[in-house]
């Protein structure tokens, strides 16, 4: 049984290279040992970036749409393998297998949605203060970019960094996480069919301690591109520090959900609900805590709680129609159990759920509401990345405003209400990168998902995210 778990290879100048060691990559629904991926030397990582930065300069010299075609190539190739992707997702991440087909196709789209700025990329004419000169503001590509993946949405984020950047015309470095490798090797071998120059596109895998810390300190790289934990965040920093190297970070949030006396109950349970077991609480923009009118907390509550525990969950692939699946590692179960025992202690009320979920193998843990919360306890402070939502009970929006910006965090937020005129006072008041009313937490690509605070610097999407992967090259012309 042993001798038919693939080993993947790393991609390096559009070849697949094999590594001296490698991790173990396992199914969190079940242990199921699934593939073994390679813990990339400081070694392998020089020589994807040796190919990265040899790729450059060809590869900026391309016409836009030239790049924009491979991206446009690519796309087609993962819808026609979307099926396949999306079960690969499943096994090593433990998404459920709608919402991995969701995150196959969206990749698919925000693809084609990249390529389409190849004809739109812009730069500036500036007045001059002489006569006979002109002043020319160009956007050109910072060089070879580094990707460093998440485990939660790992098949997406692929494309979040590698699009933009090389349709601006960068090369680039990726490194999957080691929980989720699997689904980025499909990708790669995609992306190997449509004859990409070699070099332009690389994947070294590995751990954050070994691979990742290569790639970080190197000086031959001319930006990060992170998505994941505070904690990691500031470590890249620092390893960036020395190099003054471009730095673009997600780094979680810890969204505050605001429900007022006016709002429509059933669809801020609906959607609250929706934010929070998608992708069983694992996402940084999902909704983290509660801030509810008196008038309306006792109503809200109940309707929330029974909405939750009638959540199903168990494992995607053996039960496909359940909508939450496990966390993605014992570390992950042990943060969310010890967080609620925590809560519990310092005087939260558990309406439904607040324990593992015994299931006899996995990662799970039961949907959970815990009401009577205040804003000094760690569940309304810290990132649960879990299935659990604790509520406080608030007076007015403005102690709701109060509480959502006395945090750490600032991604995203959300405000239900029937009153346009409180919605545009949130909205003033609210110190969050993004807010949604009365609807669930989830950007669009055409957006700008980008947070303030601890939760990150630069962002993603849209026409301002696409810039972030270029520099400014201002030229002053006289005639």
């Known amino acids: 049984m042993a001798s038919d778990i693939q080993t993947h290879q790393n991609y390096i100048n559009g070849a697949f290279v094999p590594a001296r060691e490698h991790l173990e990559v396992r199914n969190p629904a079940n242990g199921q040992l699934l593939s073994r991926a390679p813990e990339s030397s400081a070694d392998d990582v020089e020589r994807a970036l040796d190919a990265a930065r040899a790729a450059q300069k060809p590869w900026s010299r391309l016409p836009a749409v030239e790049r924009a075609a491979y991206l446009q190539r690519l796309a087609d190739e993962i819808r026609r393998e979307a099926k396949s992707l999306a079960r690969i997702i499943t096994e090593e991440q433990g998404k459920v297998s709608g919402l991995a087909e969701v995150e196959v196709n969206f990749t698919a789209d925000y693809l084609d949605y990249m390529a389409g700025w190849a004809r739109r990329i812009e730069g500036e004419i500036i007045e001059s203060d002489r006569p006979g000169e002109n002043i020319f503001l160009f956007r050109k590509p910072l060089g070879v970019v580094a990707g460093i993946l998440p485990w939660n949405f790992p098949f ?26 699997n689904n980025c090797f499909a990708f790669t071998r995609l992306l190997d069919r449509i004859g990409l120059p070699k070099g332009v596109f690389n994947v070294v895998s590995g751990s954050g301690a070994s691979t990742g810390n290569a790639l970080t300190a190197s000086s031959r790289v001319d930006m990060i591109s992170f998505t994941g934990s505070v904690e990691t965040g500031s470590r890249i920093m620092r390893g960036a520090a020395d190099n003054i190297t471009k730095l673009n970070l997600e780094l979680g949030g810890k969204a505050p959900a ?28 999902c909704a983290e805590r509660i801030y509810v009118q008196r008038g309306v907390a ?28 496990p966390l993605i590692n014992q570390q992950g179960l042990d943060k969310v159990a010890a967080m609620v025992e925590r809560a519990s202690r310092d005087g939260a009320e ?17 949907p959970t509401v815990l009401a009577g919360c ?3 306890m760690e569940i ?8 659990v939502l604790p509520i406080q009970i608030v007076d007015d929006l403005d102690e709701a405003i109060q509480l959502a910006n006395d945090s750490d965090y600032g991604l995203t937020s959300s405000v239900y209400t029937r009153s346009l005129a ?7 008041e609210i110190d969050y990168g993004e807010t949604y009313i009365n609807r669930e937490n989830f950007e669009a690509m055409q957006g700008f998902h980008a947070g303030t605070r601890k939760s990150g610097i630069g962002g993603a999407d849209g026409k301002h995210g696409l810039y972030e992967y270029t520099h400014s090259h201002v030229v002053y012309l006289e005639t």
């Open 258 to 285: 605001i429900v007022l006396d006016d709002a429509d109950i059933d669809l801020a349970v609906q959607s609250i609900r929706a934010s929070r077991i998608i992708n069983t609480g694992q996402v940084c923009n």
């Open 156 to 181: 997406f984020l692929i494309a979040r960094k590698m699009a933009p950047a090389l349709v601006t015309g960068n090369t680039v470095v990726i490194k999957p996480s080691e929980e989720t490798p």
């Open 374 to 376: 205040h804003g000094d």
């Open 380 to 387: 309304m402070r810290r990132e649960i990345f879990g299935p």
């Open 422 to 428: 409180r919605a545009m006072h949130a909205c003033r």
């Open 298 to 325: 006792d109503e809200f509550t109940d309707k929330l709680a029974r909405a939750m525990a009638e959540t199903t969950y168990g494992d995607p692939l053996a039960q496909p129609d359940i909508e939450m699946g």
């Open 350 to 366: 558990t309406i439904t759920g607040g324990r593992v979920a015994d299931l006899g193998q996995g990662f799970h843990y039961q």
